[in-house]
Structure formats: C-alpha cells, structure tokens
C-alpha cells in the first residue's frame, strides 16, 4: 500500500483550518453553542455524525471526479 503522504497531510490540515473556523468566527457564541450540543440526546449526535461523514465523502468523491 503506498500512501500519498502530502495528500493526508494537507487534508488533515484543511480538516483543522474547517474545525477552526466557527470557534475564531463564533468565540462568543460557541460556549453556548457547545451547552446546546452537549445536552442533546445520543441518537441526535449520531445523525449529526453520520450526516457529516456522508457529506464528507460526497465532497471526496466530487473533488476526485474533477480530477482526470
């Protein structure tokens, strides 16, 4: 298996830059907004989390088509 090592570095990387954005964006807001989350019930969580890893791959499979 031969990775592409700058490729997993520049898309942890950007992984960063994207989690960063709402707390630099949103600081005072995000206490609140974190509150909020954290008071919603697990079965919420999961959709939310599978929702975002399903985006997440359209967007790869999308970037990858571009791609030729």
């Known amino acids: 298996?031969?990775?592409?090592?700058?490729?997993?570095?520049t898309a942890l990387g950007l992984a960063f830059v994207f989690e960063?954005?709402?707390?630099?964006?949103?600081a005072e807001r995000m206490p609140l907004m974190l509150l909020k989350l954290a008071q919603q019930p697990p079965k919420f969580l999961r959709f939310i989390g599978l929702a975002a890893m399903i985006l997440g791959l359209?967007?790869?499979s999308f970037g990858?088509?571009?791609t030729l």
């Open 64 to 66: 990858r088509s571009l």
């Open 1 to 9: 298996m031969n990775i592409d090592w700058s490729l997993l570095f």
């Open 20 to 26: 960063g954005i709402p707390y630099f964006l949103f």
């Open 58 to 60: 359209l967007i790869i």
